[in-house]
């Protein structure tokens, strides 16, 4: 992308408002900055791609209506806040799909010390939130189910896509899912359980670049036709 740009000047100074409106304002205010945000990223992926990704448009488009329901009410909303995250996640998925070489996929790509340990950390993490909140979303066990699906299968993804070690931005698809599991885990806390001003803002940063990271892999890497041929390494 280039540097100042009319789209990155929006979104840096789009960016600027949601933190500082996260850290000194009522998180009412959110409902109208982050669209604001959400949408700068999105003309800045349209205008710097050849061909356009019609889910990642459509995830992004389910992020925007989700955000404005969280910050109107997020008790009232919940069910369908999640249903949208799931769509979110879902599109991203399919966004991610040419990337992904599944003629390579063995069990040895699951099978690793690391993973394991860290697919039981954030199983353990799901589990204690759960058990934290489950008095207050008792009425949406299926929508809560749904949403961890989908998320869970877009972090698989992202993870399939890094271990194939071929393309050099797929290590920002690790972060971002780093990001996610952050966000929905502290968000629902934040919201129902224990509000704070310091949550407000690491969501909201964290939500912020999990975006933009994502977006900066979509325009910078090109999906190869074959990737199980393709031996260079980057990482």
């Not at 992308?1 to 996260?22: C, G, H, R």
């Not at 803002?201 to 900066?216: C, D, E, G, K, T």
């Amino acid at each position: 992308m280039k540097k100042n740009n009319p789209t990155d000047i929006l979104f840096y100074i789009s960016f600027a408002i949601v933190a500082v409106i996260a850290g000194f304002f009522d998180k009412k205010y959110l409902v109208f900055a982050l669209p604001i945000m959400i949408i700068s990223i999105g003309i800045g992926y349209v205008k710097n791609v050849e061909k356009v990704n019609i889910w990642y448009i459509i995830s992004l488009l389910s992020m925007i209506v989700c955000d404005i329901l969280i910050y109107s009410d997020f008790v009232g909303n919940f069910s369908i806040i999640c249903l949208l995250t799931a769509c979110y996640f879902l599109m991203c998925s399919l966004a991610l799909r040419k990337y992904v070489a599944f003629r390579a996929i063995t069990k040895n790509t699951f099978w690793s010390i690391p993973l394991i340990v860290s697919a039981a950390l954030i199983a353990y993490l799901i589990v204690s939130i759960f058990n934290l909140l489950v008095d207050m979303v008792k009425d949406a066990i299926l929508e809560v189910v749904i949403c961890l699906f989908f998320s869970t299968t877009h972090i698989l993804i992202s993870y399939m896509i890094y271990k194939r070690d071929t393309y050099k931005e797929a290590f920002k698809l690790i972060v971002v899912s780093c990001l996610c599991i952050f966000i929905v885990s502290l968000l629902p806390i934040n919201e129902m359980f224990y509000s704070n001003n310091i949550f407000t803002v690491l969501v909201n940063i964290a939500h912020v670049l999990s975006l933009y990271l994502f977006m900066q892999f979509l325009i910078k890497t090109h999906p190869e036709k074959d990737v199980t041929e393709k031996t260079k390494k980057y990482l």
